[in-house]
């Protein structure tokens, strides 16, 4: 009889304990959030114009910080950047060091599926440019045999360099741990070509006026293991969405819906307008 009462007891303790556990994983992170009044934003890009960077006053600007400022008050919350490496943006976001990854990153599966994060809906489309001094000599893909590449690690633009290497178009690709070293190598001749996406290059092209981007535009490709899974995917390659926590998801919906409203009342093209990048792929970030 004690035994039976002991194993019901168990057995009650158990199922509140995973009761327990669903309602938490179902209570998801935009309450704390809004109860905090802070929403910690991680970026490992800052400086990156036209992305985010950082004014003599102490405040930021940039079209990611704008439309930053458009869904942080449509929650009704402030935000806060916490700056940190490329490399540490995924790995910090799920130990809570911030809430959102709001940085340039691309929505990809092997993030999704391999990293064990999801997205927002996009905001915007990025595809690279293969970005020279303008005295290199090089004209376009051609030129690129036996020539070293650079680019930035875990990017889409890292894959899409050393795809070219793999092709046989160029020799090498080095990459580095943030956006400004790889202008930096090119600089000093430890690269002759550098593999990113075109606002870097018209970021860049304001305090280096001697580089030109040439030949066609790369957009984006998926890693091979990947390929299947990507051709599924609704969003084109090279959409960037807000990345967010698997169990947020109602932060997930709460963003989406916030950055469909900046589209659909016209802010979002406003925004990059202003930055000198809105064309035609703007509108076309899902593949429907």
Known sequence: ?????FMAGAVLSLWMALAGSTVDAAAGCLDDIKAAGVLKVGNGLMGLKPYAWQLGDGTHTGFEKEMLDYVANKLGVKHEYVVTEWTSLIPGLKSKRWDIIWSGMAKTQERIQGGGIDYTEPYFLIFDRIIVLKDSGIKG?????GKTLASTLGTMDSVVGHSLVDAGHAAKIIDFNTFGEPFLALRNKDADAVILDETAYLAQRGDMPDLTAVGDPLYYIPKPEWKEAEEKADYRLGALGVGVR??????????????S??????????ILEKYGIWSDDQAKMKKN
Do not use: N, P, Y
Request: glycine share 8%; proline share 0%.
């Open 261 to 270: 409203e900046m589209d659909k009342d016209g802010t979002r093209r406003k």
């Open 141 to 145: 893909l051609a030129d690129l045999k």
């Open 246 to 259: 698997i169990e947020c998801g109602d932060l997930k919906d709460a963003i989406s819906a916030a950055v």
């Open 1 to 5: 009889m004690g035994t039976t009462r």
